[in-house]
């Protein structure tokens, strides 16, 4: 059973590459359109990684498309970090920046601390259980938070 939705949330990472984008693939295949869902960095100076792609594409969630933004993008365009219910912070720096940047604001803001699997084996088929690993606490986190998934 889904427990109440935010009506907008932020997923934040360092280069928007890699764990916000899968978290909001995730929630967006799970929890449906009901909740406004977007990703972003610190900065954004790298493409989808590849691997993210690969792993999300196991639950047949395509990320092929996700353009990386960063806090200052997502400001530029109208998209104000104030305006969302829930941040939810996927690395130590990006938490810090969140609770920097919305400082004057009543909104929640939550760490979940992801693996980063970025760092790990050069073999291809481990790097993919590394990213496995980071995807599967996101999904963890996502229905320890708002239950079953819709899909």
Not at 13 to 18: E, K, R, W, Y
Not at 86 to 110: G, M, R
Request: glycine letters at 6%; charged letters at 25%.
């Amino acid at each position: 059973m889904v427990k109440d939705l935010p009506q907008s949330i932020l997923f934040c990472c360092d280069h928007n590459a890699v764990r916000s984008p899968m978290a909001e693939g995730l929630m967006k295949k799970f929890y449906g359109t009901e909740t406004y869902v977007q990703s972003a960095g610190l900065i954004a100076d790298m493409d989808i990684d590849g691997f993210s792609i690969a792993v999300c594409a196991e639950l047949g969630i395509e990320l092929a498309r996700h353009k990386s933004r960063s806090f200052a993008e997502m400001h530029k365009m109208g998209d104000e970090l104030s305006s969302f219910d829930l941040i939810v912070a996927l690395s130590p720096a990006s938490q810090i920046e969140a609770e920097k940047i919305t400082n004057f604001y009543d909104l929640e803001i939550e760490y979940w601390p992801i693996f980063d699997p970025t760092g790990s084996e050069d073999n291809r088929d481990k790097k993919l259980v590394a990213y496995r690993k980071a995807r599967d606490q996101i999904i963890d986190n996502l229905t320890a938070k708002f239950g079953a998934p819709n899909h």
